[in-house]
């Protein structure tokens, strides 16, 4: 016996509002990117100044450093993912919530 599709009823309709993320965790990504960017421009001169490098070196050195960094983002995604898949492939079928819309 197949279960009925589930009805769309307006007291069950989130507005776009509700899902947004919450204005601390803007201001957080704010602070990362201007962290960077100020670690790179503090950095950068003391690599210069301290070991000699010229522009063309300090370029790869930020080359290597976003390819790590790039990396290392991929590699936390897909073992965040994995870690989903595991977890919601261990839960029963029907213990998921209805899906709101």
Do not use: D
């Not at 599709?5 to 307006?10: D, E, M, N, V």
């Not at 976003?66 to 590699?75: F, N, P, S």
Request: glycine share 6%; net charge positive; proline share 10%.
């Amino acid at each position: 016996m197949m279960p009925e599709p589930a009805t769309t009823s307006p007291s069950r309709i989130v507005p776009a509002s509700a899902t947004a993320a919450p204005p601390s965790h803007k201001w957080r990504v704010v602070f990362v990117l201007w962290f960077v960017c100020f670690f790179n421009y503090a950095v950068f001169p003391e690599l210069e100044r301290e070991f000699g490098f010229n522009k063309e070196q300090l370029g790869l050195i930020g080359l290597a450093f976003m390819w790590v960094y790039a990396g290392g983002a991929l590699y936390l995604i897909g073992a965040a993912l994995l870690v989903g898949a595991v977890f919601c492939a261990r839960r029963s079928p029907n213990s998921f919530p209805e899906p709101t819309r």
